[in-house]
């Protein structure tokens, strides 16, 4: 299949999907509001193998230390998989499926699968990363640029996380785990029954992201767009908290974000 943007629908609500453009979700217009920030590097993209930084692009698998580029510098940032093109492998009215076959700089072999499944009032995006060959240490989640403001409305941003990675000079967690402290955040949060954070635009709209996986990246520090990142580990995490794939053991996560009036 062709690697052209596809469009979802169902109810109200449309979704553009960009395979050809790291295999991100470009727009999510719900009753015609463009909900995602706008622009090539925004809307939302899958981050894979790893999310958030790595600390000066290294990690560490058993002896063996791998650099991967510093697009962030001095850290490498979000994974290799939104820089790539993704291959559309179906696609119905209100569902498609990407994959994304992982290769250099990433040092090993493996395939990811993203479905994008659109219903009138949610939409649910799926990952798994999956190999036949070596196991290796890995990072799945998402990384949406949601509108600052729909109409003049201002969001506010609803949580209650158990506690909040204290953030190092390098934005980099620490390791200590502190209070949740009051914005603006480019922070990592825990959540142990599962991400679960509300965006409300008064008198317009309100959205629940939620996840079963228990982090979460906040970012408020733009002023066009807010940021809420569910995610398999902490930012660095291959190095503090990996999480394997393994020829038996596939690496899954899923978010919906389920949306109604304000």
Same mark, same amino acid.
């Given at each position: ?5 596809i469009?979802l629908t169902?109810?109200d ?27 090539e590097?925004?809307g939302?993209f &899958?981050?894979?193998?790893?999310? *958030?930084?790595? =600390? /000066? @692009?290294?990690? #560490?698998?058993?002896a ?8 962030? &510098?001095?850290?490498?940032?979000? *994974?290799?998989? =939104? /820089? @790539?093109?993704? #291959? ?10 990407l ?14 699968t993203?479905v ?15 190999t ?13 640029w ?9 969001v ?8 909040q ?36 635009w ?46 038996l ?14």
């Amino acid at each position: 299949m062709s690697n052209d943007d596809i469009t979802l629908t169902a109810g109200d609500a449309e979704v553009t999907v960009q395979p050809a453009n790291g295999g991100r979700v470009g727009g999510l217009r719900v009753g015609g509001t463009e909900l995602l920030r706008q622009g090539e590097r925004y809307g939302c993209f &899958p981050m894979v193998p790893w999310c *958030g930084r790595i =600390r /000066d @692009g290294r990690f #560490r698998d058993g002896a063996t230390v791998h650099q991967m580029p510093l697009n962030a &510098p001095p850290n490498a940032i979000h *994974g290799t998989a =939104r /820089d @790539g093109a993704w #291959r559309t492998a179906r696609v119905t009215q209100d569902e498609a499926v990407l994959t994304y076959d992982l290769t250099e700089p990433w040092p090993y072999p493996g395939r990811v699968t993203q479905v994008i499944a659109l219903a009138p009032d949610a939409l649910t995006l799926t990952m798994s990363v999956e190999t036949y060959e070596s196991s290796f240490p890995a990072q799945i989640g998402w990384h949406p640029w949601f509108n600052r403001s729909l109409d003049g409305a201002d969001v506010r941003i609803g949580c209650t996380p158990a506690w909040q990675e204290e953030r190092g000079p390098d934005h980099l967690p620490t390791g200590n785990r502190v209070e949740p402290r009051p914005g603006p955040w480019d922070d990592c949060f825990g959540m142990p029954g599962g991400v679960d954070v509300t965006l409300t635009w008064p008198g317009r709209l309100e959205l629940k992201v939620t996840s079963r996986e228990e982090w979460v990246v906040l970012y408020d520090e733009q002023e066009a767009a807010v940021c809420v990142e569910p995610q398999t580990g902490p930012p660095n995490g291959l190095n503090t908290l990996p999480r394997l794939v393994t020829p038996l053991q596939p690496l899954e996560a899923a978010t919906t974000w389920t949306w109604r009036p304000a």
